[in-house]
């Protein structure tokens, strides 16, 4: 069964993305500094044996129970290992070496390997899974993807929701290396879930003692995977070693990672044209069409995810669908690619990306002979929709933008967040008369300022998390931490306290939510794009392209370095060429 098990999502993989769709938040650089004020790339005396990576930020947290970007996710992927694990090929077993499905499809039994052993020593134990995943469906945590485990495990709501009991989550070990999970229905992809971050074991004593910021001290972040940390220095580097204890360690032929913080791409680039860096994917986008045609350790791949703009449906402009319809489709998403990105990357028509696929195989979102989706909610893939934008505006009583108070954008900054957010500035200024200024944050602040509807518009970004449409449309769930438009029809006390404006009109995307999740082939997929038709007639946000991700492995220094499936960079396996 193990095998059989392991082949099907591998399938499923495949065809969700061919080499490569994370973390939940997409990879978002923090604040850019001046390049004399960067941390230098150079690696100190003692680890040279160590691998060099960009992470091209400081990631707000890389606990995996509250990481929900794609920076801390990455190192993540390093330090810690779930029950399964997601690689360049499919999912495969990791700290569990077998697994029983019941024939209801709701119940798994977990056996954990032999011996498996936390960086200090101490043993791992089904108890540290069972901890986690119940500390994830705690709303005092305040997980941002406590709905990626409440969903599905019996009780999970209940407790969270302050109706039910710890006690009746549907995760218990039944020793130290035997865990039960009961689920509320069968979930196709829940071998993927045990893959992903929130999944992931933490130890309870090491968490409950130090509290908020626990894994950023290298005295208690305890991890179980292939590397440790060592040493964290707030804006320059994390370094981490190979785990000793590691089930795996004799196959793990790193000594160590430097992971330095260099926000300024051009500062990062010349760090790897200067032998300094191995691995890097910040690129900006004035590099790649030099990259392109000069490095062959530049690589462009797909990437299961979606650049769009948020709007704040709770604000007094934005409450109103016509105007969030005109900003959309004054956008001209292929001179955005062309012109803009860069990149490879295809102009988006809905917020599911091409590659993501119905039950029979087929793509949701089709592209043509030109690598165009077809037309869809009023979005032309070749071109704004300006006649109709303006008509739009005018409608909502502001022709021409006459009368609109001050609009806002909101973006993190990084350089190329920049060269997007002025492109839309120019062309909301050119096809809708509409002046629009713009506001950076850092990433720290931005991401609270966005989950908390502190803005207008504000730009947004998703990298599948696994290998289902439901990965893009449970974003916008009532319960989701990730809700960055506010729109939901009922108030969510625990996982979004602050938002008390309704939207009546978003239980329609729940109701087609809530089928998806008690249905399965044809009728299942009819859920999920009527999910889809809701989000996008209502505009709540402006999709603008699907990702691709841009890297540079320099093959001359490292081999072994793996993408998994969803673009997480997985350094296992990765050894330095002497």
């Known amino acids: 069964m193990l095998k059989r098990v392991l082949s099907l999502l591998l399938v499923l993989a495949m065809v969700f993305s061919i080499s490569v769709g994370c973390a939940k938040q997409e990879p978002a650089p923090a604040e850019e500094k001046p390049a004399e004020e960067t941390p230098a790339a150079e690696t100190p005396a003692g680890e040279e044996d160590y691998l060099v990576w960009n992470i091209a930020v400081d990631p707000e947290t890389w606990d995996p129970t509250l990481n929900s970007a794609a920076d801390g996710g990455h190192i993540i992927q390093n330090m810690f290992e779930g029950l399964t694990k997601e690689t360049s090929e499919g999912i495969e077993a990791a700290a569990a070496e077998s697994w029983d499905i019941t024939n209801d499809g709701k119940t798994y039994t977990f056996h954990l390997r032999d011996g498996l052993k936390w960086s200090d020593g101490q043993p791992v134990t089904a108890k540290d899974f069972e901890y986690a995943w119940k500390r994830a469906c705690d709303p005092a945590v ?35 290396k035997t865990l039960e999970v009961n689920l509320k229905f069968p979930v196709a992809y829940f071998l993927s879930l045990t893959s992903f971050y929130t999944y992931m074991p933490v130890r309870q004593d090491i968490v409950e003692a130090n509290g908020e910021g626990w894994e950023k001290n290298p005295a208690t972040c305890i991890s179980n995977g292939a590397f440790k940390m060592t040493e964290y220095q707030t804006g320059s580097h994390i370094t981490m070693v190979k785990n000793e204890n590691y089930w795996d360690a004799a196959n793990v032929k790193l000594a160590g990672i430097k992971g330095l913080m260099i926000v300024e791409g051009t500062t990062a680039l010349n760090g790897y044209e200067n032998g300094e860096i191995q691995i890097l994917d910040s690129i900006t986008i004035e590099q790649i069409p030099r990259l392109q045609k000069e490095d062959p350790n530049f690589v462009i791949y797909p990437h299961i995810g979606t650049y769009y703009v948020n709007f704040n449906v709770d604000n007094e402009v934005f409450k109103d669908v016509r105007i969030r319809k005109a900003f959309s489709l004054a956008i001209d998403r292929k001179q955005f690619v062309e012109q803009v990105t860069k990149g490879g990357q295809t102009p988006a028509t809905g917020f599911i990306p091409s590659g993501m696929i119905f039950s029979d195989g087929s793509d949701i979102r089709p ?28 409608e909502a009583g502001y022709p021409d933008g006459k009368g609109l108070p001050k609009i806002t954008f909101l973006y993190n900054t990084n350089e190329n967040n920049k060269k997007i957010a002025e492109a839309l500035q120019g062309m909301w200024k050119q096809n809708l008369g509409v002046d629009v200024e713009l506001l950076n944050q850092d990433w720290a602040v931005f991401q609270e300022t ?18 289902d449409p439901m990965t893009m449309l449970d974003l916008f769930t009532v319960a989701s931490g990730n809700n960055d438009p506010q729109w ?66 320099d093959s001359s220094k490292v081999e072994g370095v793996e993408l998994t499936l969803t673009n997480k960079w997985d350094f296992t396996h990765a050894e330095l060429i002497k």
């Open 142 to 176: 305040a997980s941002d993807y406590s709905f990626l485990v409440t969903t599905y495990l019996v009780g999970g709501a209940e407790y969270f929701n302050g109706t039910g009991t710890i006690d009746q989550i549907g995760v218990k070990a039944l020793d130290d």
């Open 367 to 394: 592209l043509d002979a030109n690598g165009m989706p077809a037309p869809e909610y009023g979005i032309d893939p070749t071109k704004a929709n300006v006649e109709e934008a303006k008509a739009l505006l005018a």
């Open 488 to 553: 939901r029809y009922a108030e969510e006390p625990n996982g979004a306290p602050h938002d008390k404006t309704l939207n009546p009109e978003q239980k329609e995307f729940e109701d087609a939510i809530s089928q998806s999740l008690v249905t399965s082939g044809k009728d299942r997929d009819a859920a999920l794009k009527a999910a889809e038709d809701s989000l996008m007639n209502n505009m709540v946000v402006a999709p603008i392209y699907y990702y691709t991700f841009t890297t540079i492995v």
């Open 450 to 467: 966005r989950r908390a509807g502190e803005y207008m518009m504000a730009r947004g970004g998703w990298l599948g998390d696994y290998g």
